[in-house]
């Protein structure tokens, strides 16, 4: 299976696409080959991203700068990615904000811990990069239409 990024049209940012303001993403996942594949997926679809692979870097990031969106790893190296989305919500209650959990961690108990704690979106992290870009594209849609 290729995880190659398609191109652009696939991301909405074609010639005949609509021009939308692009989003800031933070990617938190500790496994390197992921997180870049995810930061191209993201930049391929016109939006920001900056990528950090511990909770300590994301808590970090998120402290400094507002990130409508957030990829969260289930597991981090360093910590429970359920535990960062939390801890984001209550950072800023008044904003905005789409959490996607990404998971090789595939239970119905593993979806229904990642859903309460205020998860947008629980993915697996063996989804194909048309997939992914489908789950972005709803997740800036979502945020382009929440009022801030």
Do not use: N, W
Not at 21 to 50: F, K, M, N
Not at 72 to 78: A, E, N
Not at 101 to 125: E, N, Q
């Amino acid at each position: 299976m290729s995880h190659a990024v398609p191109p652009a049209p696939l991301c909405g940012s074609g010639p005949d696409a609509p021009a939308t303001p692009s989003l800031d993403v933070l990617i938190i996942v500790h496994h390197e080959l992921t997180s870049a594949r995810l930061e191209t997926i993201v930049r391929a679809c016109g939006h920001g991203a900056l990528s950090v692979s511990s909770i300590e870097q994301a808590r970090h990031a998120m402290k400094a700068v507002y990130f409508p969106i957030l990829i969260v790893d289930r597991i981090v190296g360093d910590g429970d990615g359920i535990d960062l989305c939390r801890e984001y919500r209550a950072l800023y209650p008044q904003k905005g904000v789409y959490i996607m959990i990404l998971s090789a961690l595939r239970s119905k108990a593993d979806f229904s811990a990642g859903m309460p704690a205020d998860a947008d979106d629980y993915v697996s992290s063996h989804a194909t990069d048309v997939q992914l870009i489908a789950r972005l594209r709803l997740a800036a849609a979502v945020m382009k239409l929440t009022p801030k």
